[in-house]
C-alpha cells in the first residue's frame, strides 16, 4: 500500500505490528514504517524506527534476518541522502556499496540494484562522476526486481544524478 501511496498504509502496519509477537513481521513492520518516513521526510522517526528494527532483529534468530538486515541497511543508506550533509553521505555510500557487494556475492539482484542506484545518487550528490551506462543498466532492471517503487526510484536517480530522459521514463512508469 506504501508504495501505491495510499495513507492509511501506516495505520495498517502499526495494527500489524500490535498484533505479532513474531520477530520477522515486527521487524518487517518497523522497516516499513521507517520507508514511509523516509517518504514524507521525518527523518527522526525513520531512524528511530530503522533503531527498533534492527534491535528487535538481534532479540533472537529467525529464518530470514538477513532479508531484514539488507533491507535495512539500504533504508539506512536512504536516510543518509535525505539528510544530506557530509558524514551522513559518506556513511550512505559506505552502508550502499557494502550492502551492492553482498547482495552480488549472494545473487540477490533486486536489493543490489536498489543499493547501487543509492550508490549513483550519493556518489552524484557528492560531486563523484557517476557512469550513466551503468546507472542506466540498473534503471532497466527495475521494471523487473523491483516494480512497484520504480517510478520513484527512477525519479529521484533522475533528480540527483541530472538525467532529464530518466524523469520521462519516472513519469511513464507511475502512469503504468
Known amino acids: 500500500l506504501r508504495q501505491l501511496g495510499d495513507p492509511s498504509a501506516d495505520e495498517l502496519t502499526e495494527s500489524a505490528l500490535a498484533s505479532s509477537t513474531m520477530p520477522e513481521p515486527q521487524v518487517q513492520a518497523e ?3 521507517a520507508d514511509g518516513q523516509l517518504a514524507v521526510g521525518h527523518l527522526r522517526a525513520a531512524v528511530e524506527s530503522l533503531d527498533r528494527a534492527d534491535a528487535l532483529a538481534q532479540v533472537r534468530l529467525f529464518s530470514n534476518r538477513w532479508r531484514c538486515e539488507q533491507r535495512s541497511l539500504l533504508l539506512r543508506a536512504r536516510w543518509g ?8 553521505l559518506a556513511l550512505a555510500e559506505e552502508q550502499a556499496y557494502g550492502l551492492a557487494e553482498a547482495c552480488a556475492a549472494r545473487g540477490d539482484v533486486r536489493y543490489q ?14 560531486g563523484t562522476v557517476v557512469d550513466r551506462d551503468a546507472v542506466a543498466v540498473d534503471l532497466r532492471r527495475l521494471a523487473s526486481v523491483a516494480a512497484l517503487e520504480a517510478w520513484w526510484v527512477t525519479a529521484e536517480t533522475a533528480r540527483d544524478v541530472g538525467v532529464s530522459a530518466w524523469t520521462a521514463l519516472a513519469e511513464q512508469r507511475a502512469r503504468e
Open 31 to 33: 522497516l516499513d514504517l
Open 81 to 88: 541522502l535525505a539528510v544530506g550533509d557530509g558524514d551522513a
Open 113 to 126: 540494484t536498489l543499493a547501487r542506484l543509492v550508490l549513483a545518487r550519493v556518489r552524484a550528490r557528492q
